[in-house]
């Protein structure tokens, strides 16, 4: 029996099931076929940020970040290659604190950029401040064993 993964849609947010062996596969999404892996890093609000931490049946390494916040944007531009080495096995997503002020508050986030990791709808790992490219997928690989 083939195993398939919960992948949730990063443009509808619905939750798709895809063979294991077909995520590599460039699966679309089924409800508004789009690419369910783009390269790119999900943009999350509060009102589907639960859905994408619960449903995904893969890891869920989210930025939280602000527009105002120089270190943040200088490590967009890494995130978003991060999310290209590391995609279809994880999904990248970003969550501006600026306009998402509850998820930072119930996700207690002090300082931005923070990282944090998710598994399974539990936060594993956490890291605050700007990382490169290379130090980002070394540390979503380290902590998603």
Excluded at 22 to 41: K, V, W
């Amino acid at each position: 029996m083939l195993m398939s993964l919960h992948i949730v849609c990063p443009h509808c947010h619905a939750t798709n099931r895809v063979p294991a062996d077909r995520l590599g596969a460039s699966p679309n999404c089924g409800s508004c076929h789009q690419a369910l892996f783009a390269a790119q890093p999900a943009e999350l609000t509060e009102s589907h940020f639960n859905r994408h931490i619960a449903n995904n049946d893969i890891p869920v390494l989210v930025d939280f970040w602000a527009p105002w916040c120089g270190p943040c944007r200088m490590m967009a531009p890494a995130f978003t290659k991060a999310a290209a080495l590391l995609e279809p096995g994880m999904r990248l997503a970003k969550v501006n604190t600026e306009e998402e002020q509850g998820l930072a508050a119930r996700y207690n986030i002090r300082s931005i950029p923070t990282l944090a990791l998710f598994k399974s709808g539990q936060e594993i790992a956490r890291q605050s401040g700007a990382m490169s490219e290379q130090d980002l997928v070394r540390w979503a690989q380290t902590h998603n064993k």
